[in-house]
C-alpha cells in the first residue's frame, strides 16, 4: 500500500531552518512527482511546491521562491522539503503528497508540525 | 493564479441530511483538474473526488461532485456521523496549485 511518512515535529528559532523529509513505500517513487502543501494552525491549505524525483526538477510558487528547496534521494525513496529564514508566521503543519496527472495530490504524509519562536 | 472560492463557509446540518458545497473559480478551470479533499481534525487531507466528478479509490457513493467552468459543487447525499469535517475544493490544471479556503460541515 502506498505511503508517505514524514519526520517528526521540529522547533526552530526565527531565521533559522528547517528541513523536513518525506519516505516513500509502495509505489514507483521516480514514477510520481512530490508537492508539498503546508497548513497554518487553523487556517486552510496551502502549496508549496513540487519535485520530479526522476529527475530532480522543481516548481515552486512564487511566495517561497528563494526560501525553500526541494531535493530527493532515489536510493531512499525519499523527498525533503527545506524552508530557510524562518519567520513565526511559517509555524504550520507541513505535508508531503503524491501528485498524480489525473487524479491529483492522491496520497498524503502523516503532517509535520514546525514551530518557530524564539 | 486562479483563486478558488468556497462557500458557505460553515454547514450545519443533521446527519441524514444532504449537503451542498460550492466552489467557485476566479477563471475557467478544466474539469480534468478539479479535485475535492475531506480533512477531520488532527488528520492530513483525504482526496474524495477528482476531475470535477470521479470518486477516489474508496469512497463512499454518496459523494458526488459536479460542475464545469468556473463552478463546482461537491453533494453528500445522506451525512453519516464520520461526514461532519472540512471540505477543500482544489485547481490543479495550472500553477501555482490553489485551493479553497475550506467548508466546515458541522453538526447541527
Known amino acids: 500500500q502506498v505511503q508517505l511518512v514524514q519526520s517528526g515535529a521540529d522547533v526552530k528559532k526565527p531565521g533559522a531552518s528547517v528541513k523536513v523529509s518525506c519516505k516513500a513505500s509502495?509505489?514507483?517513487?521516480?514514477?510520481?512527482?512530490v508537492h508539498w502543501v503546508r497548513q497554518a494552525p487553523g487556517q486552510g491549505l496551502e502549496w508549496m511546491g513540487w519535485?520530479?524525483?526522476?529527475?530532480?526538477?522543481?516548481k515552486y510558487a512564487q511566495k517561497f521562491q528563494g526560501r525553500v528547496a526541494l531535493t530527493r534521494d532515489t536510493s531512499i525513496s525519499t523527498a525533503y522539503m527545506e524552508l530557510s529564514g524562518l519567520r513565526s508566521d511559517d509555524t504550520a503543519v507541513y505535508y508531503c503528497?503524491?501528485?498524480?496527472?489525473?487524479?491529483?495530490?492522491?496520497?498524503w504524509g502523516q503532517g509535520t508540525l514546525v514551530t518557530v519562536s524564539s | 493564479e486562479i483563486g478558488m472560492t468556497q462557500s458557505p463557509g460553515t454547514l450545519s446540518l443533521s446527519p441524514g441530511e444532504r449537503a451542498t458545497l460550492s466552489c467557485r473559480a476566479s477563471?475557467?478551470?478544466?474539469?480534468?483538474?478539479l479535485a475535492w479533499y475531506q480533512q477531520k481534525p488532527g488528520q492530513a487531507p483525504r482526496l474524495l473526488i477528482y476531475?470535477?466528478?470521479s470518486r477516489a479509490t474508496g469512497i463512499p457513493d454518496r459523494f458526488s461532485g459536479s460542475g464545469s467552468g468556473t463552478d463546482f459543487t461537491l453533494t453528500i447525499s445522506r451525512l453519516e456521523p464520520e461526514d461532519f469535517a472540512v471540505y477543500y475544493c482544489?485547481?490543479?490544471?495550472?500553477?501555482?496549485?490553489?485551493f479553497g479556503g475550506g467548508t466546515k460541515v458541522e453538526i447541527k
Open positions: 476531475g470535477a466528478s
Open positions: 477563471q475557467s478551470v478544466s474539469t480534468t483538474y
Open positions: 503528497t503524491r501528485g498524480e496527472v489525473v487524479t491529483g495530490l492522491d496520497y
Open positions: 519535485i520530479n524525483p526522476n529527475n530532480g526538477g522543481t
Open positions: 509502495g509505489y514507483t517513487f521516480t514514477g510520481y512527482y
Open positions: 482544489q485547481q490543479y490544471g495550472s500553477s501555482p496549485l490553489t
